[in-house]
């Protein structure tokens, strides 16, 4: 199989990227918040979260794990983070969000509900008509967990979401292994650009780390084509 990666306002974007071989990120383009209710409201829109927290964890005297990043394992085989689709009128994107991640992870919404301010970006796919909304809420570790525990009594376990998943930050001395390596999956939507995109802008990872990671990810998905 023969795979292209391309750099798209500075993140990793590929033909994989919406987990169907047929589907392309040439389809999506990034735009504002207010462009999407303004422009797009004949579209269906969606919303989803990050929840993560900070980590000075090293594993075994050797990498660091920086933060611990929440994704799932979803019903059709893509990693993809909590969320879903909105209800056409009913709903503001937060509230919408709100309700989808009370019914994937068993969210207590009182103590932690995704507000405006924590948007991160948006992308609209022309193709199929729908605009994908991008949230993310930093956590303490202990909070992290705790939300880890309780997602499996949420309403979707084992229905819309098959498991929590968290992402490895680091780089393996193969420069291969670890988070290079886990860019390699499908990923749903546009969920791989909206982690590396959200990555950056909380500083979960230096520019620097990021565009390592990246450049090992682009090497080693070339060494495969």
Known sequence: M??????????VVDLWSYGIPNDSVADTKELTFEEAQRDYKHYMHAAHAMIFSRDETVLWDKYS???NIMMQMRF???????????????ESAVEGLNRELAE???????RHSLMQKDHMCTHVNDKKRLVMHFYAMEVTKLEFLEIERNSLCAAEWGVESLGIVRVPLYVVDDQTR??????TNRF????????????????ILSSQQLDYVISCFKKYVGSIG
Not at 76 to 90: H, I, S, V, Y
Not at 191 to 199: D, V
């Open 2 to 11: 023969t795979h292209s990666a391309q750099l798209c306002t500075g993140e």
């Open 178 to 183: 670890g988070f290079p390596l886990f860019l």
């Open 65 to 67: 794990v920086m933060a």
């Open 76 to 90: 059709d085989g893509n990693l993809g983070f909590a969320g879903g689709l909105l209800d056409k009128g009913c």
């Open 188 to 203: 749903a939507g546009s969920a791989r650009e909206q982690l590396l995109i959200t990555i950056r802008k909380k500083n």
């Open 104 to 110: 994937e992870l068993n969210l207590d919404l009182k």
